[in-house]
């Protein structure tokens, strides 16, 4: 049996005191603080440059959306107005109520009094005469008619009328569209 008085234990100096080298042996179990630091700053240096990486492609991904937005808006309502306006029953004034630049009223093959007009920021589409006007997109911040006769010189009258030109602009956010089409009325 030993005795408790001569017990030596390895490390310590004389005096009772602890050498620094005696805190971490390649046999103890756990970390130093100054290891726990280095991982604390090394983990938040790569945490930093994955919230950079992921916020811009948060950013990109909104940005596409706002584009996508504006094309889908603004390529229905010119679709819808083409397909529509091919409709138009005669080149009569009797059948082409409306030709100016920003409304365009006219009589469809089946009888209707339709219409199409830039209200505000929202390009509307009107199917009883002008009572109820229904929108087709928002954001819109131009609608444009040109009236056209079959060798390409502006039309005055509905008699000579051939071709509408549409043009549409559609805004949101910073992006901005414009959307062009000419449609032929099947009955001239």
Same mark, same amino acid.
């Given at each position: 049996m030993r005795n408790n008085s001569t017990l030596r234990i390895p490390g310590l100096m004389s005096g009772g005191k602890i050498p620094h080298f005696a805190f971490r042996t390649p046999h103890s179990k756990g970390f130093t603080l100054v290891e726990i630091i280095i991982t604390i700053v090394i983990v938040a240096i790569i945490a930093g440059i994955a919230a950079m990486i992921i916020a811009q492609g948060v950013r990109g991904y909104s940005a596409e959306q706002s584009r996508s937005d504006v094309h889908y808006q603004a390529r229905l309502a010119v679709e819808r107005m083409a397909r529509e306006i091919r409709l138009v029953r005669s080149q009569t004034a009797a059948d082409i109520t409306t030709m100016n630049? $920003?409304?365009?009223?006219? $009589?469809?093959?089946?009888?209707?009094?339709?219409?199409f007009r830039l209200n505000g920021n929202n390009v509307e589409r009107t199917q009883d005469n002008a009572v109820t006007w229904q929108a087709l997109a928002s954001n819109a911040t131009a609608l444009t008619f040109t009236y056209l006769q079959q060798d390409g010189v502006t039309a005055a009258a509905a008699t000579n009328l051939w071709y509408v030109v549409i043009d549409v602009t559609d805004t949101q956010g910073a992006e901005t569209l414009e959307i062009r089409t000419s449609v032929h009325p099947m009955n001239f």
């Open positions: 630049p $920003t409304l365009f009223q006219y $009589t469809d093959i089946m009888g209707n009094q339709m219409g």
